[in-house]
């Protein structure tokens, strides 16, 4: 199917990645990829055209780092430390969930995502293959994991986990090539160093993303370096062969400069989670320094319980303001770079390059943000009010491969009241 976008301001960007702003184009669809963008004079032949006056298109955006299913434990342990959140509230409830509430928890997460704007999600938590089997279903563009746990160096614990680790890269399809997988360290902390070096020799030949939590608090950073005669969680990585295959870690909020320079040079990517972070007084990611190094950067949500939403124009707009105030200087990052962080570098982050631009022969991720409420006008500059003024509301289409996911408050592939009904359900027996 042809599908023609007109009457609408387009974000595109060039060869070089730099932004361009259309006001009097059209952006045609071919199947599962942009086929054009130009004069409506020029534009092929489509099948349907569809008016999007007032609006702009812009690329879809890239949760780089969530725990979707954790949308029924959405603020559950406010106000508690992470290493107390943990073990005291999180953990406990975790121990209930059965794979049919991953699945539930995991519909409720797209249908906030869609709503506000995300194509492209990492999703870490247990059962991959049922989260895995939703976000296919739904038609979203998504990494699963098996997450990497090893809590003893004599005896494997949990038993199997490497295995279910690898099976998982290696079993996984997906006819449409939306959903992928990738290995997951949890963490340096919850994983030993044997379990760590498997991983990154199975990876030599395997070679896909590997997602890990990377230097969240000092805590965990200070006591890295006691286990591990002075190294830091990426210098210890590094020693285990893991940043031979692209890496991208979240959080980063305590990396130091040799951090950042291993980082760069392997093709490690750091993911900012500015709300989680804050919540949790884990502090603020060096972003400009890791920016600097050369680092590429990318945003993620975290879970609901520790942010609580998967709203990623929030997170921009707090990423933004946060670059600001901790580098003390208010010309850090531009309004283009936390885009970018939330779109194009997201997904190199997580392997790939055929999405988070609006151009020519890339994948139709398009989202539609209207600019008809009174926040949204004057707009002078279309990058600015789309990280400083625009809401996850303001979203009123959601496409992923070319088809429309989303659109004016309907879902096409999920059934909204069914899905509420079945999260009653799950919350119901794990909170009794």
């Not at 038993?159 to 939306?178: I, M, S, T």
């Not at 959080?251 to 750091?270: N, P, T």
């Amino acid at each position: 199917m042809k599908l023609k976008l007109k009457n609408c301001i387009i974000l595109a960007t060039d060869e070089n990645g730099n932004f361009i702003v259309y006001k009097h184009e059209v952006l045609c669809v071919d199947n599962d990829k942009i086929s054009f963008i130009g004069p409506d004079s020029e534009a092929p032949v489509c099948d349907i055209e569809k008016d999007m006056k007032g609006a702009v298109l812009m690329p879809g955006l890239v949760n780089a780092h969530c725990h979707g299913p954790m949308t029924l434990l959405r603020g559950v342990g406010s106000g508690l430390a992470l290493q107390e959140w943990l073990e005291t509230a999180i953990f406990p409830v975790e121990d209930k969930l059965k794979p049919i509430d991953i699945e539930v928890g995991e519909k409720l997460a797209v249908m906030e995502m869609l709503a506000s704007g995300t194509t492209y999600v990492s999703e870490m938590y247990d059962f991959p293959y049922n989260s895995g089997k939703i976000l296919s279903e739904t038609g979203m563009r998504a990494n699963i994991s098996r997450v990497g746990l090893s809590f003893s160096e004599e005896t494997e614990i949990p038993k199997g986990r490497f295995d279910e680790c690898v099976e998982l890269v290696k079993n996984w399809k997906d006819p449409y090539d939306r959903v992928r997988a990738e290995f997951c360290l949890h963490s340096e902390y919850l994983t030993n160093e044997g379990f760590v070096r498997r991983i990154a020799e199975v990876n030599k030949d395997l070679k896909t993303t590997v997602n890990i939590h990377v230097s969240e608090t000092l805590r965990e950073h200070e006591e890295c370096k006691v286990r591990h005669n002075g190294l830091t969680p990426i210098q210890y990585l590094e020693k285990c062969g893991i940043l031979d295959n692209r890496t991208y870690a979240a959080h980063c909020v305590w990396v130091e400069e040799e951090d950042r320079r291993i980082m760069a040079a392997k093709g490690a990517s750091a993911i900012h989670n500015p709300s989680s972070n804050c919540k949790l007084a884990s502090g603020f990611a060096p972003v400009k320094d890791l920016m600097d190094a050369k680092v590429n950067v990318g945003i993620g949500t975290d879970g609901t319980a520790s942010n609580n939403n998967l709203n990623m124009f929030e997170e921009m707009h707090l990423a933004a303001l946060l670059i600001k105030c901790v580098g003390k200087d208010a010309t850090l990052g531009s309004a283009e770079e936390i885009l970018k962080m939330a779109t194009v570098n997201g997904a190199k982050a997580m392997g790939r390059d055929d999405t988070g631009e609006l151009r020519v022969g890339k994948k139709a991720d398009i989202i539609a943000v209207s600019m008809d409420k009174p926040h949204m006008f004057p707009a002078f500059d279309i990058p600015n009010i789309l990280v400083y003024s625009a809401q996850a509301s303001d979203v009123i289409m959601t496409m992923v491969d070319g088809k429309i996911l989303y659109e004016n408050g309907e879902y096409t592939t999920i059934d909204a009241e069914k899905v509420k009904a079945e999260v009653r359900e799950s919350i119901e027996r794990i909170y009794n």
